[in-house]
């Protein structure tokens, strides 16, 4: 009788954890984001993403996903954060610059449903594995603001989203060489100018 109540109150608290967990999906298309490349929205350029999470702007170093256009395949269904994924060819497949996970995948958060996390979202185009390595490599590349979004039920048909995502605009980014002489111009134009004073 003692086996029995413990394994019913054991079943009973799993399907109560999982009804608690909070899930997230990559998907845009409900809110206003565009994904833009040097000004123009591109529904073409195939790119890279990954998704970071946190409780807080400073916090928000997680990741839920990376999407990748290198990788070959990963795990499918409802999975953990920090999932790489291959990017199914072309994340901005639904039009005007909005991304979505082709795999269908739900993201499990290790927060509650209902918990409002903060998010930013990393592009990059080419094969690179990470936004920096695109970044240190000259690939058009940009970063989010941060936004939030609270997590949904796992078990709830209305799925979250990343919609609140603000609009980005992917640039290559200056080389350091670049960013050295337009500082050292400033400085010297200030200069003169202090001496002419």
Do not use: C
């Not at 594995?129 to 936004?147: K, L, R, T």
């Amino acid at each position: 009788m003692k086996k029995l109540v413990l394994t019913t109150l054991a079943v009973a608290g799993l399907t109560f954890a999982g009804y608690s967990q909070g899930i997230i999906t990559f998907d845009t298309t409900e809110g206003s984001f565009a994904l833009s490349i040097l000004g123009s929205v591109d529904t073409a350029t195939d790119v890279n993403a990954e998704l970071l999470s946190g409780l807080s702007v400073s916090s928000a170093t997680n990741p839920v996903v990376t999407l990748l256009l290198s990788a070959n395949s990963g795990p499918s269904g409802n999975v953990a954060y920090g999932s790489i994924q291959p990017a199914a060819g072309d994340i901005t497949g639904e039009g005007n610059g909005q991304l979505l996970d082709l795999s269908g995948n739900t993201y499990f958060s290790p927060n509650a449903a209902g918990t409002v996390e903060t998010f930013i979202l990393e592009a990059w185009t080419g094969s690179y594995s990470s936004y920096a390595a695109a970044a240190a490599g000259g690939a058009d590349v940009a970063i989010s603001g941060s936004f939030t979004d609270a997590l949904t039920d796992a078990h709830s048909p209305i799925l979250a989203n990343i919609a609140n995502a603000p609009s980005i605009n992917l640039v290559p980014v200056p080389e350091p060489t670049t960013m050295a002489l337009g500082a050292l111009g400033g400085l010297g134009l200030l200069l003169f100018r202090r001496k002419q004073v």
